[in-house]
């Protein structure tokens, strides 16, 4: 069974984004990510996940977006997660800039897991009690709770 | 694609049936046909108990299944995840987003008479 808190590590934890710039934001994800050994091309994974933001946006509301990719650039599949204070655009569909972000990488050939975990950060995302508690969380510790305590 | 193209937007309802995965394979097939957006939308109706974890999770994974064969093929999917009655969320999801064509399978569980008479937009049922 997929859990989302034991794909998130701890050193991809960014409680506070330095950029505000959607392309820059993915960028500040996707670096902690080469630190896993889970990446192997980073350029590769950066350009699959803006291949899909440029089709259509990961946000999906709420203050919420899910940049996302599966490709071969990626050995297994693993998170990061951002906060951001101001907001970040990611074109969602209510208009509103995104303030939690969570970014999925997942190998090509692991479809149903790929599936799986958007789905399940999705359901969890629309708790409000899992928004506030990501927003107000002091720590990636408190972070890797809130996470566990819903899923 | 022609300058203003007949269908810009199309709405493709999700939800169980046998007949789902042949609308979706219509729905996107028509998408890069006329070179528009998809909506893809799922509406989870009110329970006494509320939505299960389950319930929810089966019709983002759903959802998102549409949306990676979508990526694939080059076409633009937005979802949309909608709680309440499904009959009144379809239409005003077809009214809100203002769409050009709604796309559900035939096994569908709305009642389709009262779907046809109300949508603002022509509706494609595919079995």
Redesign the interface.
């Known amino acids: 069974m997929v859990k989302i808190s034991e794909l998130l590590p701890r050193s991809a934890i960014l409680l506070r984004l330095s950029s505000r710039e959607k392309f820059e934001v993915i960028r500040e994800l996707v670096k902690p990510l080469l630190e896993t050994g889970a990446v192997v091309s980073e350029e590769e994974l950066i350009s699959a996940i803006l291949r899909r933001e440029n089709m259509e946006s990961t946000g999906i509301g709420q203050g919420v977006a899910i940049p996302h990719a599966r490709t071969t650039s990626v050995e297994r599949t693993v998170l990061a997660f951002a906060r951001s204070d101001e907001g970040v655009d990611f074109s969602s569909l209510d208009g509103r800039p995104s303030h939690v972000i969570f970014l999925i990488a997942a190998p090509e050939a692991q479809k149903a897991e790929y599936i799986v975990t958007l789905a399940r950060l999705s359901r969890l995302l629309r708790r409000e009690e899992v928004r506030v508690g990501l927003g107000r969380a002091a720590s990636p510790d408190e972070v890797i709770e809130i996470i566990r305590q819903y899923e | 694609m022609a300058e203003h193209p007949l269908v810009e937007r199309l709405l493709l309802y999700v939800e169980p049936g046998q007949d789902m995965a042949r609308a979706t394979g219509w729905a996107l097939q028509a998408a890069r046909f006329f070179g528009c957006r998809v909506f893809a939308a799922s509406v989870l109706a009110p329970t006494p108990a509320g939505n299960s ?1 389950d319930a ?3 019709a ?2 759903s ?3 549409i ?2 064969d979508a ?1 694939r093929q ?1 076409t ?6 909608e709680q309440g009655d499904p009959l009144p969320r379809v239409l005003s999801l077809a009214a809100n987003y203002a769409v050009e064509l709604a796309v559900l399978s035939a096994d569908t569980r709305l009642s389709t008479a009262e779907l046809v008479r109300k949508i603002t937009c022509p509706v494609v049922f595919v079995r």
Do not use: A
């Not at chain 2, 633009?76 to 995840?81: A, D, G, I, M």
């Open positions: 974890k929810e999770e089966q983002w994974e959802l998102y299944e949306e990676d990526f080059d633009r999917v937005s979802l949309l995840l």
